[in-house]
């Protein structure tokens, strides 16, 4: 299905993702963790909902040059996979991304639906009983509910939480908008991340904020200051990261490379990574094929099936010094039209890339 069915698509991804972490909202430890199966109780099952094949891992591709994907640093945001993860549980569904080479995975909440109760340590262990490291997690920023789990309600329980799964990155795809779309605004959103990243980094880890396309608009008291560069100026580098979606940061090249008086304003967002390559420990690999006369410019694909180019994303930033290690790659389809075809076939094209000579 296309994300763009939508009449918002932006808006329709983030109460998706709301809706999905909402079921964990002030809920306790046990309640907060819903349901999964043990690790072999439906692997039959997984394997049947990808066709009946077992797919070979594709950590091995080879091929002429080093391979662009710096090894043990591709990961997927299980938001893409909620369909099986609310059906199978988390176990079969790691059954099959450990089939498919990934190294890593990225929370998007830890219920799981009708597939049996599970504690955290429980869903740590899976992960790393089948090879895969939980990196990070989103979490929502803030509610008016008192008792949500969000940051801004319950930031002690967020963190507790991510602790017991051994997270070293916990954050947000909500963006800063908590106070408006004013410069003053984004100050005020940017001391409240200021504020989780301290609290944050005195865990061990590191808060981190994932962009839609909006956050590269323009503050509505002055348009000619990009919202996205207030986050940045405003908020600590030692305690605030980024985790770019690299398809939302070219749908919002595209819908925001002109001020709303017509001027241009053109931007390149990796240049942002460039500029400031230790802010951006994760991204989103997402795809999408180029479309003008859609409002967002795009439409998202499976990795490798869209335009955007990722041998050159990707080898610009490992290529930095020092900086080939340094980040985490995580493949993401909103609405993929079969999320473990989406899983194996973008982990595929993403280990048969290799540097160009």
Not at 130 to 149: K, R, T
Request: net charge neutral.
């Amino acid at each position: 299905m296309s994300r763009f069915s939508q009449p918002d698509p932006e808006l329709g991804h983030r109460l998706s993702r709301r809706g999905m972490l909402g079921v964990a909202a002030g809920a306790t430890a046990a309640a907060l963790l819903g349901a999964a199966a043990p690790a072999n109780a439906a692997t039959g099952s997984a394997t049947a909902a990808t066709g009946g094949a077992t797919p070979a891992t594709t950590s091995g591709s080879k091929g002429p040059g080093r391979p662009v994907l710096p090894p043990g640093r591709l990961g997927i945001q299980l938001y893409s996979l909620r369909d099986k993860v609310s059906t199978l549980g988390f176990g079969p569904v790691f059954a099959e991304l450990e089939r498919y080479g990934y190294d890593e995975v990225e929370f998007a909440g830890y219920t799981q639906g009708s597939a049996g109760p599970i504690t955290l340590a429980q869903l740590k262990r899976l992960a790393r009983d089948h090879g895969l490291n939980p990196i990070g997690s989103h979490v929502g920023y803030y509610s008016d509910d008192p008792n949500a789990y969000t940051f801004a309600q319950n930031l002690t329980k967020v963190l507790d939480d991510a602790q017991a799964l051994g997270l070293k990155h916990i954050g947000t795809a909500s963006g800063p908008f908590r106070y408006g779309s004013t410069v003053d605004a984004w100050k005020r959103a940017a001391e409240d991340f200021n504020t989780y990243g301290a609290a944050a980094r005195a865990r061990g880890m590191k808060f981190y904020q994932h962009n839609h396309s909006e956050e590269f608009s323009f503050a509505t008291d002055n348009p000619k200051v990009r919202l996205y560069d207030i986050l940045l100026k405003e908020t600590d580098p030692d305690l605030v990261h980024l985790e770019m979606d690299i398809y939302w940061a070219y749908v919002g090249q595209f819908r925001f490379s002109k001020r709303p008086d017509g001027t241009p304003a053109p931007f390149e967002p990796l240049n942002y990574v460039l500029r400031q390559p230790d802010r951006y420990p994760l991204f989103h690999v997402k795809d999408g094929e180029s479309d003008p006369s859609n409002p967002y410019g795009y439409t998202m694909t499976d990795v490798g099936d869209g335009d955007i180019d990722y041998q050159r994303f990707i080898s610009a930033v490992t290529r930095l010094r020092g900086h080939r290690m340094a980040h985490h790659w995580q493949a993401e389809h909103d609405n993929p039209a079969e999320s473990f075809t989406f899983a194996r076939r973008s982990s595929a094209h993403l280990h048969s890339l290799r540097e160009k000579c």
